[in-house]
């Protein structure tokens, strides 16, 4: 099996294992935690075009995951955290880890928060070195090991 084969199992088990736990997590940290993940890996190349951010707006709308929050909600944070990202990155990178690890101490939801990150890295079929080193920034902000998530 390729490397991408293994990757590909690993992403689609994390989303299996999302649609069990998400529905636990259904509180405003976590919702904002996520977006913040979501916008970060999207921009993990120091850049968000139009195209990529209308992507991750879709996929977030569309995984079933996720379905548990308002989808207004979601896209309202998800512009929020692209938004502060587009117009200073350094800076929007700061706000997205600061909002990330406000999970540092409740395991699961941090878990899930990573998964949904790498979930998010690896949807266009190529989780690159700059969304391995998102998650793994995102990892450090909740306390966890990366190497956990093999980043």
Do not use: H
Not at 17 to 35: E, H, P, R, T, V
């Amino acid at each position: 099996m390729g490397l991408w084969d293994n990757f590909k199992g690993k992403a689609e088990e994390m989303n299996e294992g999302l649609q069990k736990n998400i529905g636990k997590f259904k509180n405003q940290k976590f919702s904002d935690a996520s977006m913040a993940m979501c916008a970060l890996v999207a921009a993990a190349d120091g850049d968000i075009d139009a195209s990529e951010r209308k992507k991750t707006a879709a996929f977030i709308m569309s995984n079933e995951s996720l379905q548990v929050f308002n989808a207004s909600d979601l896209k309202v944070k998800f512009d929020f955290y692209c938004d502060k990202l587009t117009a200073d990155f350094d800076f929007g990178r700061i706000d997205a880890i600061q909002a990330i690890s406000k999970l540092k101490g409740k395991d699961d939801q941090a878990r899930a928060c990573i998964q949904l990150g790498i979930v998010i890295g690896g949807a266009d079929g190529d989780f690159d070195a700059d969304e391995k080193k998102a998650v793994k920034d995102a990892c450090l902000a909740v306390g966890i090991n990366p190497s956990d998530f093999d980043v």
